[in-house]
């Protein structure tokens, strides 16, 4: 039985296979529509995420499945105290598959390894969030064709973002991938996750501080937020926030091919005014998030 | 300085000059009631400076406790006033219920009996890493 807790568990080989059966997904849903018939889907969430939790409750129910769970740990036996083991190993009885998100780093591998049914990790902490990551892979290939001889930019909060982070890491093992980094100082992305994931693989990069100087070389541009708690004192903040708004101005010098990938939610660094330039992909993302989530259930109970 | 070589026994050799107290406390060698000789500084031909433990009787000894605290330490097991096994040791790939992970957003900190466990993820570096939130041991 397979779990999927981070990202790097999946095989290149694995990924194009998700990718493949969410392609046909898309182009044949009702062959899938009865694909989970009588299968039950348990969604942990021990903390709130409406977005993510209803996007696997949507990817179940459109495969004929059943959904059951909790959206908050208030509501569930976490109140009382009870351990991240003992509430698996009581829902894997109730259920054929858990997904889970919950705020301590490492629990939904803690709690892969008491379930008796496959977990898949909807986010845990500022660690792990792979289906945010299959999903921006599924974005990448749909949109581009391809995952190898792309330059992806990544924008914005670098140091603490882990869809960043996961993006980096997955991408990092396609041929001809180059990044570039684009973030105030104080954000940059941590020496650890460079070192292990660029240049100990010999991957170019550069690192800017200036979006608008980068954006004509890029093909993928992942934004994320400059939050204002991140950073030390309000000047700073001020001074750097709005170098990092996405606007149509910023985005004069842009390739045509240009894909633009948010997680979402959005704040204000992306303008409302981009949101109709066709390449701004952010909620086909979304739609694709639902897509590959289905391709997963599907893999991880071994469901053709 | 002379301590007597021992019958029986376990010599803890190549020991990093002052990490001795380390490994004293962390194998519990503090428990035994046997003699327990602590050398700091020797003088070494390999190292410049070494210490030494000897234990002046056989035992379990955490082979990977020992190689994550110093994996440049050599063990000889002596019996019968002989060597009959010159063990050199190497960095585990894993080490359970020693380190303890300093995130505060670690499942660690709030699930019941669940093993401290930490993995090696860069070797040349020494880089360990908590098992469960990736967190740098000692950060």
């Given at each position: ?13 694995e ?5 493949n059966?969410a ?9 899938y529509?009865?694909?989970c018939d009588?299968?039950?889907l ?5 903390e709130?995420s ?5 996007s ?5 129910l459109s495969?004929?499945g059943?959904?059951l769970g909790?959206?908050e740990?208030k509501?569930?036996s ?10 698996v190993?009581t829902?894997?009885?109730?259920s054929?598959?858990i997904?889970?998100?919950h705020?301590?780093e ?6 892969s390894m ?5 977990v898949i990790n ?10 945010q990551?299959l999903t ?5 290939h749909?949109?581009?064709g391809?995952?190898?001889n792309?330059?992806v ?17 997955a ?7 180059r ?8 954000l940059?992305?941590?020496r ?5 994931y660029?240049?100990a693989k010999n991957i ?6 200036d ?7 890029l ?5 994320t937020r400059?939050?204002?708690?991140r950073?030390?004192?309000e ?15 910023k ?9 633009i ?6 704040v204000n660094?992306i303008?409302v005014?981009v ?5 701004a992909?952010?909620f086909?993302?979304?739609?694709y998030g639902?897509?590959i989530?289905?391709a997963?259930i599907?893999?991880l109970?071994?469901?053709? | ?11 803890i ?35 410049g400076?070494?210490?030494?433990i000897?234990i ?18 050599t063990?000889?097991?002596i019996?019968?006033?002989?060597l009959?096994?010159?063990r ?8 359970r ?9 670690c499942?660690?900190?709030v ?10 993820t ?15 041991a000692?950060k």
């Amino acid at each position: 039985m397979k779990s999927l807790i981070d990202i790097l568990e999946l095989s290149e080989q694995e990924i194009m296979e998700l990718v493949n059966t969410a392609g046909d997904i898309i182009d044949h849903p009702a062959e899938y529509a009865h694909k989970c018939d009588g299968k039950i889907l348990a969604t942990l969430f021990f903390e709130p995420s409406t977005r993510t939790r209803l996007s696997f409750e949507s990817a179940m129910l459109s495969l004929g499945g059943k959904v059951l769970g909790f959206s908050e740990a208030k509501s569930s036996s976490a109140a009382k105290g009870e351990s991240v083991a003992d509430t698996v190993r009581t829902v894997s009885c109730y259920s054929d598959i858990i997904a889970m998100r919950h705020p301590k780093e490492g629990a939904p591998l803690v709690a892969s390894m008491h379930s008796l049914v496959p977990v898949i990790n909807a986010g845990d902490g500022g660690h792990n969030h792979p289906t945010q990551t299959l999903t921006d892979l599924l974005t990448i290939h749909r949109e581009m064709g391809r995952f190898e001889n792309l330059t992806v930019g990544l924008c914005g909060d670098l140091k603490f973002g882990r869809t960043v982070h996961s993006l980096v890491s997955a991408m990092s093992r396609y041929p001809g991938v180059r990044f570039v980094l684009i973030s105030p100082e104080e954000l940059k992305l941590p020496r650890y996750v460079k070192e292990q994931y660029i240049k100990a693989k010999n991957i170019p990069y550069t690192q800017s501080t200036d979006l608008e100087a980068v954006m004509p070389e890029l093909d993928i541009l992942y934004m994320t937020r400059v939050q204002r708690e991140r950073f030390f004192n309000e000047e700073d903040y001020l001074r750097l926030k709005d170098s990092y708004i996405l606007t149509p101005d910023k985005l004069r010098g842009a390739k045509e091919s240009l894909r633009i990938l948010h997680p979402l939610p959005r704040v204000n660094e992306i303008s409302v005014a981009v949101d109709s330039d066709p390449r701004a992909c952010y909620f086909k993302q979304v739609q694709y998030g639902k897509y590959i989530r289905m391709a997963l259930i599907l893999k991880l109970l071994e469901l053709k | 300085m002379i301590i007597d070589s021992i019958q029986n026994g376990i010599v803890i050799d190549h020991i990093t000059a002052g990490k001795s107290m380390e490994l004293y406390q962390i194998l519990g060698l503090d428990q035994l009631d046997c003699t327990v000789a602590i050398l700091k500084n020797v003088t070494s031909g390999k190292l410049g400076c070494k210490d030494i433990i000897k234990i002046d009787r056989e035992m379990d000894l955490d082979w990977d406790l020992i190689g994550y605290v110093d994996p440049s330490i050599t063990v000889n097991i002596i019996r019968d006033g002989k060597l009959v096994e010159k063990r050199t040791l190497k960095l585990p790939e894993r080490i359970r219920g020693v380190l303890k992970c300093k995130n505060p957003r670690c499942i660690t900190s709030v699930e019941q009996e669940l093993p401290q466990e930490f993995v090696l993820t860069d070797r040349e570096k020494r880089v360990y890493r908590c098992r469960y939130c990736e967190t740098q041991a000692g950060k």
